[in-house]
């Protein structure tokens, strides 16, 4: 059974990091791109990162270029989204995405406030 499990997100100052993983059970991260996307109170979902399969390049949305970093472990067959200098405006439920397998996380609150 496919699933994708979120966790890592809490609440954290402006400026602060987290690191929120994704852990996946019923086929391999590295044989699929994997996407983060997040989505804020009262807005649509929106594309953060993206790994593509072989190579693992990768793709930030411009909101998060320069400040998010997208990755993967193979053998822990999990992908995590490192997050540095948070902003009040990243405050959102951040979701784990695998296009191919049309398999969504639940989600896991991300808070930044002071």
């Known amino acids: 059974q496919v699933q994708l499990v979120e966790s890592g997100g809490g609440l954290v100052q402006p400026g602060g990091s987290l690191r929120l993983s994704c852990a996946a059970f019923?086929?391999?991260?590295?044989?699929?791109?994997m996407r983060w996307y997040r989505q804020a109170p009262g807005k649509g979902r929106e594309l953060v990162a993206h790994?593509?399969?072989?190579?693992?390049?990768?793709n930030y949305g411009d909101s998060v270029k320069g400040r998010f970093t997208i990755s993967r472990d193979n053998a822990k067959n999990t992908v995590y989204l490192q997050m540095n200098s948070l902003k009040s405006e990243d405050t959102a439920v951040y979701y784990c995405?695998?296009?191919?397998?049309?398999?969504w996380g639940k989600g896991t609150l991300v808070t930044v406030s002071s």
């Open positions: 019923g086929f391999t991260v590295s044989h699929n791109v």
């Open positions: 790994i593509t399969s072989s190579g693992g390049s990768t």
């Open positions: 995405n695998a296009p191919g397998k049309n398999s």
